[in-house]
């Protein structure tokens, strides 16, 4: 099986450089162009079974309430249900979840990148004095673990695993700084080697146990629709014991996560961006594209225009 994370496409406030937390921020229309590329790209992705004509079937997506994520994740399931079959146990709508929103900024809500109020947002020190702490953003991503990830995930390690499950692939769509505290709750979870794999090796261990959950924080990069892919296995019966060493282990017994691609954006290839400020302006579902003016439908009504 296959976890795979997501960040959403350009929104009008990335482009406009703002703090865009809570904020509503919508798709710019290169934006939506990304969320198409990788709808297509993750859709055709191949699964675990080791055979090429595999792909993977997604059989649950999940989303941050805001509309930038919820679209990219709408553009995800869009792609599944074009590509056709029957797998029964492909997902059938985007659910959504207030608990993946980004962080929130608060006062800083709409300031601009660099303004004097404005601190290291991935830092020590928070963006704004009243933003949210890193704390209360791992209690909203453990909760969503809680509630959607780990009975999914659980349940993996139960029975012997068939070719089923290894096309099987969950996607979780929201935000830079959500998504980095969701990846290392779960690696927390089930994965302390695994997490302490892809530590900086300068981040030592010590001091109070706050400051050891900021250390045990990854920040991987993500781009706009930039994803992350972690391989979900049985676990051979020999590493439940390496990684039985207190709490943060609790939920490692049969499962076993890895990050296989960080930050992938290869569906953005040659993708440009339009000029004259149109890529970078709020996208207009009304407008109509080229294939609608010279589609089958618009030769249809062509003709009977002459009627």
Same mark, same amino acid.
């Given at each position: 099986? %296959?976890? *795979?994370?997501?960040?959403?496409?350009?929104?009008?406030?990335?482009?406009?450089?703002?703090?865009?937390?809570?904020?509503?921020?919508?798709?710019?229309?290169?934006?939506?162009?990304?969320?198409?590329?990788?709808?297509?790209?993750?859709?055709?992705?191949?699964?675990?079974?080791?055979?090429?004509?595999?792909?993977?079937?997604?059989?649950?997506? /999940?989303?941050?309430?805001?509309?930038?994520?919820? !679209?990219?994740?709408?553009? *995800?399931?869009? =792609?599944?249900?074009?590509?056709?079959?029957?797998?029964?146990?492909? =997902?059938?709508?985007?659910?959504?979840?207030?608990?993946?929103?980004? @962080?929130d900024f608060r006062s800083g809500e709409g300031v601009r990148f660099g303004a004097p109020a404005a601190g290291d947002v991935d830092g020590g020190r928070n963006a704004f004095a009243d933003a949210e702490s890193r704390d209360e953003m791992r209690v909203r991503a453990e909760r969503f673990i809680d509630t959607h990830l780990h009975p999914l995930l659980d349940a993996g390690a139960d029975g012997p695993l068939k070719d089923v499950d290894r096309r099987r692939a969950i996607v979780v769509v929201a935000h830079g700084l959500i998504l980095n505290v969701v990846l290392s709750s779960l690696l927390q979870h089930y994965a302390?080697?695994?997490?302490?794999?892809?530590?900086?090796?300068?981040?030592?261990?010590?001091?109070?146990? !706050? !400051?050891?959950?900021?250390?045990?924080?990854?920040?991987?990069?993500?781009?706009?629709?930039?994803?992350?892919?972690?391989?979900?296995?049985? %676990?051979?019966?020999?590493?439940?014991?390496?990684?039985?060493?207190?709490?943060?282990?609790?939920?490692?017994?049969?499962?076993?996560?890895?990050?296989?691609?960080?930050?992938?954006?290869?569906?953005? $290839?040659?993708?440009?961006?339009?000029?004259?400020? *149109?890529?970078?302006?709020? /996208? $207009?579902?009304?407008?109509?594209?080229? $294939?609608?003016? /010279?589609?089958?439908?618009?030769?249809? @009504?062509? @003709?009977?225009?002459?009627?």
């Amino acid at each position: 099986m %296959r976890l *795979i994370l997501v960040r959403h496409g350009e929104s009008v406030d990335n482009v406009a450089g703002l703090y865009a937390g809570s904020r509503d921020s919508a798709l710019t229309a290169h934006g939506v162009l990304q969320t198409q590329r990788l709808g297509a790209h993750v859709a055709a992705l191949p699964s675990a079974t080791g055979s090429s004509a595999d792909t993977i079937v997604i059989t649950h997506i /999940f989303s941050s309430d805001l509309q930038r994520a919820f !679209a990219t994740a709408s553009a *995800i399931l869009d =792609a599944q249900k074009k590509r056709g079959g029957s797998e029964a146990c492909a =997902a059938m709508d985007v659910v959504k979840s207030v608990d993946l929103r980004e @962080r929130d900024f608060r006062s800083g809500e709409g300031v601009r990148f660099g303004a004097p109020a404005a601190g290291d947002v991935d830092g020590g020190r928070n963006a704004f004095a009243d933003a949210e702490s890193r704390d209360e953003m791992r209690v909203r991503a453990e909760r969503f673990i809680d509630t959607h990830l780990h009975p999914l995930l659980d349940a993996g390690a139960d029975g012997p695993l068939k070719d089923v499950d290894r096309r099987r692939a969950i996607v979780v769509v929201a935000h830079g700084l959500i998504l980095n505290v969701v990846l290392s709750s779960l690696l927390q979870h089930y994965a302390p080697l695994e997490l302490a794999r892809l530590l900086p090796p300068s981040l030592a261990v010590g001091g109070s146990e !706050a !400051a050891q959950r900021r250390r045990l924080e990854l920040r991987v990069p993500w781009s706009n629709t930039g994803y992350l892919v972690m391989s979900v296995t049985k %676990r051979k019966t020999e590493e439940t014991e390496d990684e039985k060493n207190g709490d943060t282990a609790r939920r490692a017994d049969g499962i076993r996560l890895q990050v296989t691609k960080v930050n992938c954006v290869e569906h953005l $290839d040659g993708l440009k961006k339009t000029r004259g400020g *149109i890529g970078s302006a709020r /996208f $207009d579902p009304t407008q109509k594209t080229m $294939d609608a003016f /010279f589609g089958p439908s618009a030769q249809k @009504r062509k @003709r009977g225009d002459g009627a």
